[in-house]
DNA sequence: AATGCGGGGGC
DNA sequence: GCCCCAGCATT
């Protein structure tokens, strides 16, 4: 494990903040993916008081886009809980660490390993890749015992001496070399003592036992306008983007057709809205996620006066819906228009 | 033990 | 299309 190394603006960090941040941006997201982000919260929080201190809305449009909402919400949860009731002061132990809101087994090895070098390994998706094929292990990942044999594993190859270049080289190794398709196995420099190699059982580890099954949802956005301010309203059922904003919503089983006389005649009916100019209706628009597919439209729905049903919504004009953050499936929208 | 949570990228 | 990504919380 030589030159397989990656360059990241997070690596040789020894401040438990700055570590911590990066790790819950980069639960479940490629590292090219949030390393923008990442930049962005270090250069408008530098320090955990400062993130503390900031404005929910404000630190949701910074992670505006990154998905997995609740990581936010769970970051600004330990941030304020470190800084206001601990003094500003990163717990040191693992069971401490493990504790925090948004850390689990992973996120507190890399903490305690990265910035105080203490004993934990890390067990993401390259560890388990490379475990299983070094060792042949057909454990499934995403079960209790897998992820308990892996872990188990992990912390017996871990070089005790120098626990955070081990966890670092580990998963560079995975990304790098042991990658889950095509891995480079022609020129793995641990190929003559690698078990799935000698198997030829590489391409089927790990195993995994859960299969993805995908629900697909119709999410129409009413645009609803008056006197230039927008209805909006934020989301906060036990569903996606729970935190974010949205526009008037009405979610259906099956697809709908939108023209003049539907979008008026549901106005009317469900709305009691009868003074309305129909402005615009979007193409349809698809989001795909990794457990759901969305597919929608968006009706521009020009007001001449705000409905009882409408009253105890959020109005607000374009400057004040500007700093809110939004699904990507309704930026995507915005921007676009 | 099972389920749900975003968005992007590679093939 | 399908799989995976520096996983975690909730039920």
Redesign the pocket.
């Known amino acids: 494990m030589h030159d397989n190394k ?1 360059e ?1 603006p ?2 040789g960090e020894k401040d438990p903040y700055r570590i911590w941040l ?3 941006i ?8 949030g390393w923008h982000y990442y930049t962005r919260f270090i250069e408008n929080y530098p320090t955990i008081r400062e993130l503390a201190a900031a404005p929910d809305q404000e630190v949701f449009k910074c992670w ?8 936010c919400r ?1 970051l600004l949860s330990t941030a304020r809980t470190i800084a206001f009731q601990q003094n500003g002061e990163f717990p040191v132990q693992y069971e401490d660490i493990l504790a ?9 090895a ?1 903490i305690a390993s990265f910035a105080y070098n203490q004993p934990y390994a ?1 067990v ?3 560890v ?2 490379v475990l299983a094929r070094f060792f042949n292990i057909g454990t499934a990942i ?4 897998g992820k308990q044999e892996f872990s188990a594993l992990a912390n017996e190859v871990l070089d005790r001496k120098q626990p955070a270049f081990f966890n ?1 080289a580990i ?2 190794f ?2 790098t070399v042991c990658k ?3 891995p480079l196995c022609a020129s793995c420099p641990l190929r003559s003592e690698c078990a799935a190699y000698h198997n030829g059982t590489v391409n089927q580890l ?1 195993v ?8 697909h949802r119709w999410f129409y956005y009413f645009l609803f306008e008056y006197e230039g301010k927008w209805l909006v309203q934020q989301r906060s059922a ?5 935190g ?1 904003f949205e526009f008037y919503l009405l979610e259906t089983e099956a697809a709908m057709k939108w023209d003049q006389a539907s979008v008026s005649q549901w106005l009317g009916e469900q709305m009691g809205i009868r003074k309305a100019t129909l402005v615009s209706v979007s193409p349809v628009s698809v ?6 597919q ?1 597919k929608g439209q968006f009706i521009h729905v020009q007001l001449l006066s705000i409905p009882a049903s409408l009253k105890t919504q959020q109005w607000l004009r374009p400057a004040e819906v500007a700093g809110l953050a939004f ?3 309704i ?1 995507q929208f915005l921007n676009g228009r």
């Open positions: 990656r990241m997070w690596k990066s790790e819950v980069l639960q479940q997201t490629r590292v090219e993916q505006e886009g990154l998905g997995y909402y609740n990581r769970n925090l809101k948004g850390v689990g087994p992973y996120t507190a890399a890390v993401d998706g390259n388990f890749r995403d079960s209790t015992a670092q998963m560079d995975g990304a889950p398709v095509a790990p995994k036992e859960k299969t993805l099954n995908r629900k036990k569903d996606i983007w729970q974010l989001q795909q996620l990794t457990h759901q969305i699904p990507k499936f930026t």
